[in-house]
């Protein structure tokens, strides 16, 4: 393109100049003309002036050549330049399309490159978050009272009604009504909340519209009408009441399988007996059965005893496995009762299973005196049956101590136990064998005779160790409600029995298929001290005791334990210390217990700083937690600091619970007193004691100023003092 217009330039000059040449020769053609019309004289001065012009026009030509040359010089630099600019030009293409190529070949080196470095960045972002995840402050748990909310999911809220508000809602028809008393922080209600909800979904399904209504109450706000009525110190507590308003309390094992059964035996608290064999059927199975004699009448009496009767029943049975054998019978015919010793109408009798008599009540009998008759009743039976461990609400039970101090104790670890089911009837039945035996007479001395160990199990055991006075005890454990205790003998996984004896600490057991014949052999090992091939012994039993040693809560070596146990966490809540707090379930929680052991090498630790932080251990199964701690997971830690009152840390759940990880948690802390024990815990050995050195020697220069100096002795004595707090604290 520059090409072409340099062309055309020099075109049109050459077209300028012909176009003056043109013009020239014209001039000269018309004065020739003018010259040769004229006279002769005019003619020959032409031709002289012709001369003249010649020359003229000769200095015009050479002006016009030198101007053409001129022109074609420029017109030729013009092309050059021209030229230069296009083979620049071809360079700087040829030089681009050369970068490019290179840059082709250096585009996967440079991709490696920038990957690697990515990475590299990538790995180094996630370490430096990793590292300070220990630093980063956690949520606080010490929160400010918020609003109430609903205990219960939505879907749980189908069979539950949730009156978080406090209030206390009961059924409106004519159903029974069950109702949960809990508290948002309490862990034991929190865990059973899911066994609620299933009892609840049980119950629905088993009777349909006439269900139970089931309700719960939150009952820990101290502003609720739950709280003003009950003052509950424990939580959950479960009650149920029917239409007639009778209650009962429930006080079993908090498991669906144990309360569906209680609330089926409140549906139907009394059975009515029509013949002997409904007794014979019953007397089978219960070991009480208690039995009124009331006539149906319209109207009614004026001593309501059937009303009372199913009072009675609805206050006995409380969901204890051992308020279980005792059954609540009426009868309405005459003949029948008087077979039953009733002889006057509203009198109520209690008969064991032998259908003995053993006690009777009259007309105008009270609740109260019924009811401890039958508890009397039922201990006396209890020693001579069987008796159903129910730790139930109480932790720190001593239902299992006090058997193994009585005597020793046939334990019976198995899963589902009821009254009327196969193992208990075939322990049952044993149980009866051992302790039949026949009447003494106390006058009479006869020689203990010497037993020996039998060959063939299936020989009963009745009346075999009369002459020991049947020493040994039965006792019936459900392995699945008390795991802890199942896992501590090896019973967690299938049945087992175990022979204790408690005086000679030895115990015997046998695992898997157990059969009656090898219950019996087991009984005859025990008392005869005999072998057999499938009873394995143990010496290395742990008992339990009654009462805690003094010195429970001392370390291995007997020194003072640096951690305390407190009943009242919110006074730590308020301490001027650094409080590292353990919250636990209690001595089944298997988790808890695993973190028992690092949170006692953390105080040990610290022991050089216990003028600073203090460690301590909140048993929250046996301790009313303050309002604003929340816990949805146990065991938890809970760091306080003195620098700011309800100022706290939480130990995340994503850190393993060791004693290196809570030591960097409590050292990372913020804060001016967390200052002071970081650099306690680097400073240790000759560190402190020059420092202590140092401390003491500026402590001196400023008592030695300030006997000199009294007008300024404000900063001084503050020195001095700031001095005394930090020898306390390193000494």
């Known amino acids: 393109m520059q090409e072409d217009n340099n062309k055309s330039k020099v075109a049109r000059k050459r077209r300028r100049v012909e176009e003056k040449d043109s013009e020239e020769e014209d001039s000269v053609f018309s004065s020739d003309n003018y010259s040769v019309d004229s006279s002769a004289e005019g003619s020959i001065e032409y031709n002289e002036e012709d001369g003249e012009n010649d020359e003229n026009n000769s200095e015009k030509l050479e002006e016009v050549e030198a101007v053409i040359e001129y022109e074609d010089i420029a017109e030729e630099n013009v092309l050059k330049e021209t030229k230069t600019k296009e083979s620049a030009n071809e360079d700087i293409i040829d030089r681009a399309l050369r970068y490019k190529d290179a840059d082709r070949e250096g585009f996967g080196k440079d991709i490696g490159i920038l990957v690697c470095a990515t990475t590299a960045l990538a790995v180094m972002i996630y370490l430096i978050l990793t590292l300070l995840g220990l630093t980063a402050p956690a949520r606080p748990l010490v929160v400010s009272k918020g609003a109430a909310k609903p205990f219960f999911l939505p879907n749980q809220r189908r069979y539950i009604e949730d009156s978080y508000d406090g209030s206390i809602r009961l059924s409106t028809n004519l159903t029974m009504s069950v109702v949960l008393l809990y508290s948002p922080y309490s862990i034991k209600a929190k865990w059973f909340r899911e066994e609620y909800y299933n009892t609840a979904k049980a119950m629905k399904k088993l009777h349909g519209d006439w269900s139970p209504y089931f309700g719960a109450t939150n009952c820990f706000d101290t502003n609720s009408y739950c709280r003003r009525k ?42 009515r007996l029509h013949s002997p064999e409904d007794l014979t059927n019953i007397a089978r199975t219960y070991d009480l059965i208690v039995i009124l004699y009331h006539e149906v009448r319209t109207p009614p009496t004026g001593f309501q005893s059937a009303h009372n009767f199913t009072k009675l029943a609805y206050h006995y049975l409380d969901g204890d496995p051992n308020s279980e054998r005792t059954m609540f019978c009426v009868v309405n015919d005459a003949k029948f009762a008087a077979q039953l010793q009733l002889h006057n109408e509203h009198d109520v009798v209690i008969v064991s299973s032998e259908l003995k008599l053993l006690g009777t009540h009259y007309k105008g009998w009270t609740i109260d005196s019924v009811v401890n008759d039958l508890y009397r009743k039922s201990k006396e039976m209890m020693k001579n049956r069987i008796e159903f461990l129910n730790l139930g609400k109480r932790f720190h039970s001593t239902q299992l101590v006090e058997k193994f101090q009585q005597s020793s104790v046939l ?54 160790f009369c002459n020991v006075n049947n020493t040994l005890s039965f006792m019936m454990i459900d392995s699945e409600v008390e795991n802890a205790l199942a896992a ?87 301490s001027r210390k650094i409080n590292v707090i353990l919250f636990s379930g209690g001595i089944w929680h298997s988790a808890s217990s695993s973190a028992i052991a690092p949170f006692h090498l953390v105080a040990n630790h610290f022991k050089e700083s216990r003028n600073l932080i203090d460690f301590s251990m909140v048993d929250a199964s046996e301790t009313n937690l303050p309002y604003n701690l929340d816990f949805e997971k146990l065991p938890k830690i809970l760091i306080t600091s003195a620098d700011s009152v ?9 850190f393993m619970i060791n004693h290196t990880n809570i030591a960097r948690f409590v050292l990372s802390r913020p804060g001016k007193i967390f200052g002071r024990l970081r650099w306690m815990d ?50």
């Not at 039998?454 to 009346?463: A, E």
């Not at 007997?558 to 006074?571: A, I």
């Open 230 to 271: 009950y003052n509950l110190k424990k939580y959950p507590a479960i009650m149920a009441q029917n239409s007639g308003l009778m209650g009962s309390v429930y006080n079993g094992p908090l498991n669906a399988v144990y309360m569906t059964r209680w609330l089926n035996r409140l549906q139907n608290a009394v059975f």
């Open 411 to 464: 334990l019976f670890f198995t899963k589902n136990i009821r009254y009327g089911n196969e193992r208990y009837q075939m322990l049952r039945d044993i149980v009866l064998e051992y302790r039949n035996c026949p009447m003494q007479d106390l006058l009479s001395i006869e020689v203990e005779q010497s037993h020996k160990f039998v060959n063939n199990c299936s020989i009963s055991v009745q009346g075999a």
């Open 488 to 574: 501590k003998y090896g019973a967690d996984i299938e049945d087992m029995i175990v022979a204790i004896n408690s005086k000679q600490e030895i115990t015997r057991y046998m695992r898997g298929n157990i059969t009656r014949e090898k219950i019996n052999c087991l009984i005859h090992q025990h008392h005869n001290v005999a072998d057999n091939e499938f009873i394995i012994e143990s010496t290395s039993i742990i008992m339990p005791t009654s009462e805690p040693s003094e010195d429970i809560h001392c370390d291995a070596v007997g020194e003072p334990s640096m951690v305390k146990f407190v009943d009242n966490p919110s006074e730590l809540l308020k």
């Open 646 to 654: 309800g100022l706290s840390w939480t130990y995340p759940e994503e």
């Open 682 to 731: 680097s400073c240790q050995g000759a560190c402190r004691k020059r420092a202590q050195w140092q401390m003491r020697r500026k402590r001196l220069q400023l008592k030695r100023q300030l006997s000199r100096n009294v007008a300024n002795s404000m900063r001084p004595r503050i020195q001095i003092g700031y001095y005394d707090r930090m020898l306390r604290m390193i000494s």
